[in-house]
């Protein structure tokens, strides 16, 4: 199969680990090659937490250099900046316009990023760009579904991911994995995959 690498970026809380977890055990479903690096910063809801999916390469390591990452996904506005480095020209880069703000931008002490600004300077890499943000989740019991399985499923129809995962192959490693709360999660992931994302 062919080499295929991820960056993925956000904060504690949004399950970014989540999906690297959940695509790195579908790829072991299929007998796939796949190394999942997993990195936190601080351990807790809101500090920056970042993983590497490299698929197709038997061996481990090394991680992912800048510039070479096939889709690079972002969960917070502001983390995407993080992201950028490693977004790879012609490839993809989500961006979910998340926006949690320090304590420093809640007190006036330092600016938070305008989404143009964000975008801007995303699109000079030479990624294509999509945009999702809340507004876009569907609700499930009265109650937004978690956004990391709304994104998954959008990945899994807009970008380089469609081709080596089915949204079946997806669903089936995620009720197997992830029992907890697996109908809503199968109702974002096919939401997300029905979505039809604009290109910015």
Request: hydrophobic share 40%.
């Amino acid at each position: 199969m062919k080499q295929f690498d991820v960056y993925i970026v956000g904060l504690g809380g949004q399950g970014v680990l989540t999906i690297g977890d959940l695509l790195s055990k579908a790829a072991m479903d299929k007998g796939m090659d796949v190394n999942f690096y997993p990195s936190k910063g601080m351990s807790q809801r809101g500090g920056f937490v970042q993983g590497q999916l490299r698929f197709g390469r038997p061996e481990c390591g090394p991680s992912l250099t800048p510039g070479n990452a096939d889709l690079v996904v972002s969960m917070e506005r502001s983390e995407s900046l993080k992201g950028i480095r490693f977004a790879k020209k012609g490839g993809d880069f989500l961006l979910y316009d998340d926006t949690w703000y320090t304590t420093n931008v809640i007190m006036k002490k330092d600016t938070y990023p305008e989404l143009s600004l964000v975008t801007d300077e995303i699109k000079k890499t030479g990624v294509t760009l999509y945009c999702l943000n809340s507004e876009h989740l569907p609700v499930v019991n009265g109650v937004p579904v978690r956004p990391n399985m709304y994104i998954l499923g959008a990945l899994l129809s807009n970008t380089g991911l469609k081709d080596l995962f089915t949204l079946d192959e997806v669903i089936e490693t995620l009720k197997k994995s992830f029992p907890k709360g697996v109908e809503a999660n199968i109702v974002a992931l096919k939401a997300g995959y029905d979505a039809k994302l604009v290109k910015e």
